[in-house]
């Protein structure tokens, strides 16, 4: 079945370092969500993009989509220790409306003051 | 606006029970989603809507069911629970305008922790 597959799982990081996480698919995607999770709540939504190599710039946070839709990466400068939480990314495959999402495994971000 | 809310937060079943999970927008959204969190596994789709009356299947619907009767409201039902259904349970919605300008973002609720005994 389609798949989306995040690296990588954890990133310890001093404060002050970047951090970077990678999204794959399987097949190509309509469009990309990304999400933080903070311990112990719910997802929340970051951004969307939805065309080929799109690039989205959120204050310290970079996200890209591949060129062929299928990858997607977001960055982030500088980190603090608010940015502590798992990053998803979530894919909406094409030909299913872009709403039956496919969500990555996550990638858990560790920041040391 | 209460967004997105599900009762109840924490739950304890013996096996074989059967329970409603709830869940409610107040956003006038069509689409809904319900979601299994497992550690190391991200969040796997169970069931979606995308309106009132119609359901479909996502990557684990086996166990649950799941009915839309009005826009607001989308329970997700454990028939016979087992250990393995242990988790934490999500709900989201998402508007999906159509066209160019459609919006994926979905918000979730809480969360259900639902432990299986």
């Known amino acids: 079945g389609q798949q989306v597959m995040q690296i990588p799982q954890y990133q310890h990081v001093q404060e002050g370092e970047d951090f970077t996480t990678y999204c794959n698919s399987s097949?190509?995607?309509?469009?990309i969500q990304w999400y933080k999770q903070r311990p112990g709540g719910h997802p929340v939504f970051l951004i969307q993009?939805?065309?080929?190599?799109e690039v989205k710039k959120q204050k310290r946070l970079t996200f890209q989509f591949g060129e062929a839709k299928k990858n997607s990466s977001l960055h982030i400068t500088a980190t603090q220790t608010t940015d502590v939480g798992t990053y998803f990314c979530?894919?909406?495959?094409?030909?299913?409306?872009?709403?039956?999402?496919?969500f990555g495994a996550g990638t858990r971000l560790f920041v040391k003051a | 606006n209460a967004g997105v809310t599900q009762t109840p937060k924490f739950q304890v079943l013996k096996t074989g029970q059967s329970m409603t999970l709830q869940c409610a927008q107040d956003?006038?959204?069509?689409?809904m989603s319900w979601y299994r969190q497992d550690p190391g596994m991200g969040l796997r789709l169970i069931h979606y809507?995308?309106?009132?009356?119609?359901?479909d299947q996502g990557e684990v619907p086996n166990g649950y069911n799941v009915s839309r009767s009005t826009t607001e409201d989308f329970p997700l039902r454990l028939l016979s629970a087992a250990p393995s259904q242990t988790s934490v349970y999500f709900c989201?919605?998402?508007?999906?305008?159509?066209?160019?300008?459609?919006?994926?973002?979905?918000?979730f609720g809480p969360g259900t922790r639902l432990t299986v005994t």
């Open positions: 993009l939805v065309k080929s190599g």
């Open positions: 979530a894919g909406g495959p094409q030909g299913t409306g872009g709403f039956k999402t496919i």
């Open positions: 989201a919605s998402t508007d999906g305008s159509p066209g160019t300008g459609a919006s994926y973002e979905q918000y």
């Open positions: 956003m006038n959204h069509e689409y």
């Open positions: 809507s995308v309106g009132a009356g119609i359901t």
């Open positions: 097949t190509t995607l309509s469009n």
